[in-house]
């Protein structure tokens, strides 16, 4: 996972991206020594629109901002990047080799973007599947009004209901995570509890309206 010290990983022109991704790749090579992150020829990333649309990355190919929310592949070394400053980043990987990164926030669990992207992961390459969740705006911060938090009640179950810091009603997207990928199935092998809107180390939209972004970033590596 990029921070703010790695660089802008926001969508832009497609030039102005191909160069964040080769300033970024080297930041976390710096930061994380060891680390091998494959060339930027390599990168895939998406124009993530809050929907449900997953893509998969194929041989001799990368995916340069076509619209949608989820990248899957089987492919070593290709990179997949979803980009945040509040949304959930979640990353989906099967026991038979292949990963999904998703761009999870309120509107993409609601259209079911976890549950599609783990449908075609599990469709095209079967297997047990373990999530990896990155850092996101946490129930501290996410004041939600009533209304619309009681629609997610519904859905969700009451544990999606949060309190901030101020005292005010709030949403845990991680809440709602936890309950899609115990209805899938699926293990939740690592998450990071870090609030995008508390922790300096990430740009958050809700607490400043940037248009900046850190990325989870995620490759497959086969012995």
Known sequence: MSEITDGDMAISDLKAREKSIQEVSQSLVEHNAGLAIPSSQHWS????????????????????????????????????TIQVADCVPLALTSDC?????????????LNGVIENASEALQKKFPGDQSAVIGPHIGPCCYEYGRKDLDSFIEIFGAS???????????????????????????????RDDSCTSCDSKFWSYRSSGTQKRQSLVAWVEKN
């Not at 809050?50 to 990368?62: D, P, Q, R, Y």
């Not at 009603?169 to 092998?189: C, F, H, Q, T, Y």
């Open 97 to 109: 080799g292949a990963i999904a990164v998703i761009h999870a926030g309120w509107k993409g669990l």
């Open 45 to 80: 990333f998406l124009t993530q629109v809050h929907g449900f649309e997953n893509i998969e990355v194929k041989e001799n190919e990368s995916v340069l901002g076509l619209e949608g929310d989820a990248l899957f592949t089987t492919q070593e070394k290709k990179v997949l």
């Open 160 to 190: 999606v209901a949060g309190v901030t810091d101020a005292s005010a009603d709030s949403l845990d997207l991680m809440a709602i995570v936890r309950v899609v990928l115990k209805e899938r199935g699926i293990e939740l092998s690592y």
